[in-house]
């Protein structure tokens, strides 16, 4: 039996993966809502500046419901790809399921809940359960703590390696993501431009769907390990 040939596989995540986990999900037709705040509401620099305990309290709950959340069979399918192929594994969710199926290495490109960052000396450390408006840096001692999520508006982390590896891969994957949100809503497009296989799983077709070669509908947990096994098997 010939052996399997490595590729160079770029997958991107989104908060569909993590929905059947219980994390919900940004824009979904119920939801997308959060005490009535509009997501934007919440997720921004501005509005730190303008009500910073409403802004960590929403950070708390949602590091809570992520502390309490377990992988599911989505997540450990991408921890298995890594094993095989050549896996740069970004993901635009903040909590830590791929972390917890064994994924070696996660990309957050949005940051992520466990981090810490010092609005005033730029110093990061691990956050706590819960932050608040007076918690201190542990470098500067300023009580300028605020979640080390990226908010719309800011640049999103590890841009460079991300190009990088988009740009050499065989293969493009997208799953659980609604294509709203740039510059990870361009992924694909510029994995097609530089060659790449493109494919999309989702539960319906996303806002960038004409950007991908093949579509995959349905459930995370369904599709993606149907979609790794076909991709692992020798
Ligand atoms: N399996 C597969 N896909 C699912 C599932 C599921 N069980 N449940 C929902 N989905 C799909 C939805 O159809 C939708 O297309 O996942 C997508 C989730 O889209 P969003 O809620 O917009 O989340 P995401 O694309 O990750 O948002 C991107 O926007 O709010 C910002 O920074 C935030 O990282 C986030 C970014």
């Known amino acids: 039996m010939p052996p399997l040939r490595r590729k160079r596989i770029v997958v991107l995540t989104g908060a569909g993966i993590s929905a059947e986990s219980g994390l919900a999900t940004f824009r979904a037709a119920e939801g997308g809502l959060w005490e009535n705040h509009r997501l934007e509401d919440v997720a921004t620099p501005e509005a730190f500046a303008r009500d910073p305990a409403l802004v960590h309290r929403f950070y708390n709950m949602r590091r809570a419901a992520a502390l309490g959340a377990q992988p599911n069979a989505a997540h450990f399918a991408l921890a298995d790809l890594a094993r095989a192929h050549d896996l740069t594994l970004v993901t635009q969710n903040v909590d830590d399921l791929h972390e917890k199926a064994g994924s070696p290495e996660v990309i ?21 359960a819960e932050m608040d408006t007076q918690t201190a840096c542990p470098s500067c001692g300023a009580a300028a703590a ?59 077709p996303s806002q960038n769907a004409r950007d991908f070669h093949e579509h995959r509908g349905g459930k995370a947990s369904a599709i993606v390990p149907e979609w790794v096994a076909e991709l692992t098997r020798p």
Request: with cysteine.
């Open 146 to 204: 605020r979640p080390d999520i990226v908010w719309f508006g800011e640049m999103p982390y590890q841009m460079e390696r991300i190009w990088d590896a988009i740009e050499a891969a065989d293969l493009f994957a997208a799953i659980g993501t609604s294509g709203h949100v740039y510059p990870a809503a361009g992924f694909a497009q510029h994995a097609a431009r530089s060659g790449a296989h493109c494919v999309e799983l989702n539960l319906e």
């Open 108 to 128: 957050h490109m949005h940051g992520a809940l466990s981090g810490a960052l010092c609005a005033a000396c730029n110093h990061r450390w691990k956050s706590a």
